[in-house]
């Protein structure tokens, strides 16, 4: 996977063009209110725009009024569009889960988090990988953890399980869910990847229900960025 910076992320680091850019979001601007604007040379501004001309994200329009002024525009569809690939090599950093592949959901208590991940992941993925969640010390499942998977359409059946019983099966992919059971993970056969997600305890919370949809929904869209 390449680290390179995104060309977009390049281009836009660059606070004076940042600047230019917020003040073309407003409204077309002549090279001389951009100059006042960003208390800047216009030789500088004039160059920071041919930057954001050159990479599609401004335009440049002569005045129907003046022909010797030029408007200067931001194309706010190429911007989103800009974006939205700089999302997208983001996304493509996300671990890859490809056919067959063996993930290991871990948390403390394994009555909500771990096997609500479970349950996510089997029903994006289906037969396609193997999935299992285990917990440093199990509990019985939470009942408003059934209740919030439920809410996307999958049925949550579990017993929780230690982690001492599945330490010796192999993974390649583990994912801890809390801060506390990362502290304590053992060794696990065949050296898997090791990925944390640090989601609070729904179950902590005064008020349970609401806890756990949201972390349903956390869950959720972090397994939907999961190449699967």
């Known amino acids: 996977m390449s680290r390179t910076l995104p060309p977009?992320?390049?281009?836009m680091a660059d606070p004076l063009r940042w600047q230019l850019a917020c003040e073309l979001a407003a409204g077309d601007r002549r090279v001389r209110e951009l100059v006042a604007a960003v208390a800047e040379p216009q030789n500088l501004v004039s160059y920071h725009l041919k930057q954001l001309r050159d990479a599609g994200l401004v335009t440049a329009r002569r005045s129907s009024f003046d022909g010797r002024d030029t408007y200067y525009h931001l194309d706010l569809e190429r911007w989103a569009q800009a974006l939205a690939e700089t999302g997208a090599a983001l996304t493509v950093a996300a671990p890859s889960v490809p056919p067959g592949t063996r993930v290991l959901f871990v948390c403390t208590g394994n009555s909500g988090r771990s096997p609500m991940a479970e349950a996510l992941l089997r029903h994006r993925a289906g037969d396609r990988v193997e999935v299992a969640?285990?917990?440093?010390?199990?509990?019985?499942?939470?009942?408003?953890?059934?209740?919030a998977v439920a809410e996307h359409g999958i049925a949550l059946e579990h017993e929780p399980t230690h982690l001492d019983t599945v330490r010796r099966s192999r993974f390649d992919l583990v994912i801890s869910l809390c801060d506390r059971v990362r502290e304590v993970l053992p060794a696990f056969a065949g050296g898997p990847r090791l990925i944390h997600w640090s989601i609070p305890d729904p179950a902590r919370e005064a008020e349970t229900w609401p806890a756990f949809r949201r972390t349903a929904a956390d869950l959720a869209s972090r397994i939907r960025l999961l190449e699967v």
Request: charged share 20%; aromatic share 6%.
């Open 8 to 11: 977009f992320l390049r281009l």
């Open 133 to 147: 969640s285990a917990g440093s010390h199990p509990k019985p499942l939470h009942p408003d953890a059934v209740r």
